[in-house]
Every structure is written in structure tokens, then in C-alpha cells.
């Protein structure tokens, strides 16, 4: 008998929700093994997924029913996936201690309600969803889980050649502009604002700069941009980011330069250049990281379409069309 180790705790509920089913099934929509996939257990799957569709291509009908028949589509196949998963999960001896579901369901409970769990059951309450079943999708999701971590993650090693490799074919997604690391203060214009007054406030605010006020106070206290709690402070900015009045000023300046005051239709901005570099590709141990996550993300893709086409070919499955 094989055991399978609880070490997924902190993933746990990825991949399904306690969500209610009507009571009334429409139709089967395929059979795994012996389990029944209806059409409402799809359509429920789907539901928020089909909300944001609906939302993003109102007016767009033909594309919408493309996107729709797209998302019932994955979701069929990901319910059952999931029973395949499972039904491997009884038949190849695998083994799983209730004791082990019960404190990770209890560790849920607590880390998801706080430890109340009279809130919880109400929850479940206005779902019209039992304790009972509650436990047993949090056990079958756990137990998927826990499976896909056997048979795929565990197995997954990127190793640093496969990492040089992707980095030197695909050298044009690490390249980067020119760009500018500053401090901005901005004081906004409004149409029925006394542009005259702002205007005589950056003024004042430059002068106070100029006689030593440090920058990053003087946003603190005065900007009316994003930034004005973090003392005006941005990032690396690309030149394409910072509109054309800002990033030929910007630019311009030598590290360590503070701009005059820039006037726009819509604000006056104050700027002082802390760093800058030039156009160049990322060096790879900055984007190390990155790649192996993206190298991790499609080898556990590979790996988990491979399981799921074995699993499929030892298990009966039927589909119904609509």
C-alpha cells in the first residue's frame, strides 16, 4: 500500500470551491470510470469564469459564444482530469489517513475563518452546503493535490544549462530601454484651478530645493502624485513610460540633477534624477529566477498532459455532446 504525504498545506482548495449545485442535473455531460460528469456541475465550475466573459465582450456576440464554448470546454476537462486523478488515486493502492484530511481541514477552517468556525458553518449554510460535503471536496481536492505533487512536481529539475539555454534563445524578451530612476513632486491642474497660484507654489517649492530642502521631504509634504508617501520615490521608469514633456527633461539631466518646474495642461511637475543606464539586455543572473519559473511552469505542464494521457488510456471515458 502506498502512502501519500500531506506536504501541500499551504495549496490546498486550488483547485475547486465550495460552491452549491442545483438539485436538479440537465443532463450527463461524460462519464470517467464510473463517475458522472452533469452538465450543471460544468456550468457551475464555469460560473465565474463565464461572468467575466459575459462582461468583456458585451456587444461582441459571435466572439463571446467562441470564448464561452472555449471555457466549458477546459472546464469539462479539468473536471475530469480530476476524476481521473482520483479514480488512480483508489486503484493503485495509494493511501491517505483521515487524520491527516481532518487537521488539514481544521488548519483551513482556522487560517480561511479565523478560527471561527461557527462562520464558517454558516457559510456553508448559505450555500446549502452540508459540514459532510464540505469535508469531502476539501478531502478529494487534497488528495488531487497531493497527487499532482507525486507525479509532477516532485519530478520536475531545471537545471542551469537548460536556464543558459532559454536565456540565449530568447534574448530579444530580456532587452530593456533607456531608463531613468528619479523623484517626482506633482502638483495637479484642474480646469477651475488658479493655475497662477500652482505655478507660484512650484516656484516656492523649487526655491526651498534650491536653498537645501531636501527633495524627497518637499514631495513628502507637497506632491499630489502616487508616489508622494514614498518622498516622491519611482522605480526604473522606461522612457516610453514618462510622457514626451517629462522624458526629455528627465533625460537631459545628469544623475544627480533636479529639473526646473514643468508645466503640462494638466499638472506642474518637479523632477531630480537619482540614477540612470542605458538600453541593454538583462544580464542573466537577474533573470535566473524568472526563467526557471517559467521553465518550471511549462515542464509541469508537459508533465501533467503525459499523466493525464496515460490515466486516460487505462480508464474509460465517454462524452455526450449538447
Not at 2 to 8: D, N, Q, R
Request: aromatic share 8%; charged share 30%; hydrophobic share 40%.
Amino acid at each position: 500500500m502506498k502512502f501519500l504525504c500531506a506536504i501541500l498545506a499551504g495549496t490546498i482548495l486550488t483547485a475547486v470551491s465550495f460552491t452549491a449545485q442545483a438539485s436538479v442535473v440537465n443532463g450527463i455531460d461524460a462519464i470517467v470510470h464510473d463517475s458522472v460528469i452533469t452538465f450543471q456541475q460544468v456550468n457551475d465550475a464555469s460560473e465565474r469564469m463565464v461572468r467575466q466573459l459575459r462582461d468583456e465582450y458585451a456587444g461582441r456576440p459571435d466572439e463571446m459564444q467562441k470564448q464561452l464554448t472555449t471555457a466549458f470546454r477546459e472546464t469539462l476537462n479539468e473536471l475530469q482530469d480530476r476524476r481521473l486523478i482520483l479514480h488512480e488515486f483508489e486503484t493503485a493502492g495509494y493511501n491517505m489517513p483521515e487524520s491527516i484530511i481532518d487537521e488539514q481541514f481544521e488548519n483551513y477552517i482556522k487560517e480561511k475563518y479565523h478560527g471561527d468556525r461557527v462562520a464558517f458553518i454558516k457559510t456553508l449554510q448559505e450555500q446549502g452546503i452540508t459540514l459532510e460535503k464540505a469535508r469531502r471536496d476539501y478531502r478529494e481536492t487534497f488528495i488531487v493535490d497531493q497527487m499532482r505533487y507525486k507525479n509532477i512536481s516532485s519530478a520536475i529539475i531545471i537545471s542551469p544549462h537548460k536556464i543558459e539555454t532559454y536565456y540565449v534563445d530568447h534574448q530579444n524578451d530580456f532587452k530593456e530601454e533607456d531608463q531613468v530612476k528619479l523623484r517626482m513632486i506633482v502638483l495637479t491642474n484642474s480646469p477651475n484651478a488658479d493655475v497662477a497660484q500652482i505655478r507660484k507654489l512650484a516656484d516656492e517649492i523649487l526655491s526651498k530645493i534650491n536653498g537645501g530642502a531636501s527633495f524627497g521631504e518637499m514631495a513628502a509634504i507637497y506632491s499630489q502624485g502616487s508616489q508622494a508617501r514614498q518622498q516622491g520615490q519611482w522605480d526604473w521608469v522606461d522612457k516610453s513610460v514618462l510622457r514626451k514633456e517629462l522624458a526629455d527633461v528627465a533625460f537631459s539631466l545628469k544623475v544627480g540633477e533636479k529639473s526646473g518646474v514643468i508645466e503640462t495642461p494638466d499638472a506642474f511637475y518637479l523632477m531630480l534624477v537619482e540614477d540612470k543606464r542605458e538600453a541593454r539586455v538583462k544580464p542573466l543572473p537577474e533573470m535566473r529566477d524568472s526563467i526557471e519559473k517559467i521553465l518550471l511552469a511549462q515542464e509541469r505542464t508537459r508533465l501533467q498532459q503525459a499523466w493525464m494521457e496515460k490515466l486516460r488510456k487505462k480508464t474509460f471515458i465517454r462524452e455526450f455532446p449538447y
